[in-house]
């Protein structure tokens, strides 16, 4: 059923005609292009249907479930969003609206105490560890950049700088409060119990989060709209304020004292590609050793794009640093840092010498092109991202390649593998990839193991241009690539679980799709909420899934 006048009106009511609007020039502001290679090719398909009926700014629990309310009586899919940085919060169809946060944007409880804070939707990372610094603490940040809603990443999957120390989004939520799709509340963790407190998730109360998380990376909006979390902080031995030198693009942060944060970058020297993998393993040795010693805030390998990229503060200074080879290689990376004593990190540089002599690194030198330009630029963004849009830079489009969660070694692997395929489809008859403004990334990846090696998450980037074709050609890539994971039954098939993909992979992994199904089909009847991106409440048939998988 179209979006109505009466269900619109219905809206204002609640809301107050300020606070949802049909005015199709703001609408058109939640349409945008996206940078992503999926956005790019939403857009295409879905051309002014990617613009919502409608946008409605709720400030409150109970006027976000006055909104679901409606949807389910006048029949309208909505989309609860963040800061709106990725694909899945933007409409597949007519009709669709669009809860916009932007009035539920407060730091409600800073537990300096037990270490948790409690926030609404439109808290940004950035908003939140400001405070939380000026006591002493801190959160990790995204590569997205600290100004998306932490809320929204937390509930969704987030994967940080400093994940070394503190795991991914889903380790940091204590508790949440979840407006179902139905229009009923549920709370997760002693949250859900009256006068109990905020600070705990495995109870007392429910402990409802894998509900909220879904397969891997959450629902992406596809089970309601959470208006509420709790979650935890972490020490923070630097400065109450964060310091920054210069602005916009050309901003660096920069300024620690040695005292309390120092930056290292390592390198395994070796011939491209034949000796590539030795020197992901020798990484992988080094992480692993780390691990052990229970050093270090951040470690982390980039890929030799990824540091081209990131560290880069114009187009041309891209391609001037290409140029001269600043950074020949994929680097390991690790920050450490004071969080007891000047003592302790004295103690930490030492064991870290040790373990790179050990395995075989060698430091990069402070007067190494490669030194200066991602340490001087670059490091300290591994503790507050603030440069996200770097990552467009070259081409305005930027994708995740690749993406899989596994042991350090498996990773490794997984690499290894989709770079064969990767390089093999750039020198085939098709050449993919060959017009990308940077070249695509066959150096290493992303390698960011977690909670000191425990286990790892990895990524490589593809950098097309906004055109359709060039993303229709990232997507080929990646599609490749993704069938090598599979066809290698690597974890990394899990990632994907989101939308159309339960339907594909879901039987790799205990028939997780008709688990979830079921949880929508209980909770989400109309299937409103974000249709196009949670799974869909049937099963889909054998003859559609092989059209999903790209047969006839
Ligand atoms: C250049 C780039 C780099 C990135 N790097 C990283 C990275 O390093 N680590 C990482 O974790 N992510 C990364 N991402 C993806 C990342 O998850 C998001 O960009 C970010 O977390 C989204 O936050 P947002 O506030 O913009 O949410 P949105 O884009 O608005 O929403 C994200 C999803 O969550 C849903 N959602 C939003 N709010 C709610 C809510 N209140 N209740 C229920 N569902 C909701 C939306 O429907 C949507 O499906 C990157 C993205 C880009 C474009």
């Known amino acids: 059923m179209a ?9 204002q009511d609640v809301l107050g005609e300020e606070n949802a609007t049909n005015d199709p020039v703001v609408c058109q502001a939640y349409s945008r292009v996206q940078w ?7 857009r295409e398909r879905c051309g002014l249907d990617m613009r919502p009926a409608c946008v409605v700014m709720p400030g409150s629990t109970e006027e976000v479930q006055a909104i679901i309310k409606l ?21 597949t169809k007519a009709g669709t609206i669009v809860i916009d946060p932007k009035r ?21 990372f950035v908003g939140l560890q400001a405070d939380a610094m000026k006591v002493g603490l801190t959160i990790p940040t995204p590569l997205a950049g600290a100004h998306v809603s932490c809320l929204a990443n937390y509930s969704w999957h987030g994967a940080y700088g400093n994940s070394w120390l503190t795991g991914i989004g889903a380790q940091n939520l204590l508790g949440f409060e979840l407006v179902l799709p139905t229009g009923d509340v549920v709370r997760s963790g002693s949250m859900a119990c009256p006068e109990a407190g905020n600070f705990w998730n495995d109870g007392p109360g429910p402990d409802l989060r894998g509900f909220l998380r879904g397969g891997m990376f959450g629902h992406a909006g596809g089970m309601g709209m959470v208006t509420k979390i709790s979650c935890k902080l972490w020490q923070w031995p630097g400065p109450a304020v964060w310091p920054t030198k210069g602005n916009a693009n050309m901003k660096t942060s920069s300024g620690f004292s040695q005292d309390q944060f120092r930056w290292y970058m390592i390198k395994f020297p070796g011939k491209y590609p034949e000796e590539e993998e030795k020197q992901l393993k020798k990484a992988a040795e080094l992480f692993y050793e780390m691990g052990k010693a229970e050093i270090a805030c951040v470690a982390t390998h980039l890929a030799k794009q990824f540091l081209y990229t990131y560290s880069s503060q114009t187009k041309q200074d891209l391609f001037d640093n290409m140029e001269k080879n600043v950074f020949p290689q994929g680097f390991v990376v690790v920050g450490l840092q004071a969080s007891t004593s000047l003592r302790q990190l004295e103690y930490e540089e030492k064991v870290l010498k040790e373990l790179v ?10 007067d190494e092109p490669a030194y200066q330009v991602w340490i001087g630029r670059a490091a300290n963004e591994w503790l507050r991202f603030g440069n996200a849009q770097r990552l467009a830079r070259p081409s305005d ?80 890539i990646i599609g490749n690539i993704t069938r090598k994971q599979i066809e290698n039954k690597s974890s990394a098939a899990v990632i994907h679980l989101l939308g159309p993909a339960y339907d594909m992979l879901g039987p790799m992994f205990g028939n997780v799709h008709l688990i979830i199904k079921k949880f929508k089909n209980e909770f989400d009847p109309y299937n409103l909420s974000n249709p196009g991106y949670a799974t869909r409440p049937d099963v889909v048939s054998p003859e559609e899934l092989q059209k999903m998988a790209g047969g006839h």
Not at 105 to 113: A, D, F, G, P, S
Request: with cysteine; charged share 20%; proline share 7%.
């Open 3 to 11: 979006f109505s006048d009466i269900a619109f009106r219905a809206l």
């Open 357 to 366: 002599a050990k395995v075989g690194g060698i430091f990069v030198q402070e």
């Open 397 to 476: 489009n930027f994708s995740i390649g690749t993406s899989n969660v596994d042991s350090i070694d498996m990773i490794v692997f997984d690499i290894m593998e989709g770079n064969k395929v990767a390089r093999d489809l750039l020198e085939g008859p098709k050449h993919l990839g060959k017009d990308f403004v940077q070249p695509l990334s066959v150096h290493g990846g992303w390698i960011s193991p977690q909670e000191y090696g425990y286990w790892c998450l990895m990524t490589t980037d593809v950098f097309p241009d906004q055109a359709p074709e060039q993303a229709k050609e990232a997507i080929e």
């Open 104 to 124: 539920m944007n407060r730091i409600l409880e800073l537990n300096e105490q037990d270490m948790y804070a409690v926030i609404e939707p439109y808290v940004s």
């Open 71 to 91: 949807a389910n009586r006048y029949k309208f899919p909505f989309i609860p969003r963040g800061s709106g940085f990725t694909f899945s919060a933007f409409p």
């Open 36 to 42: 992503l290679p999926p956005g790019v090719l939403q």
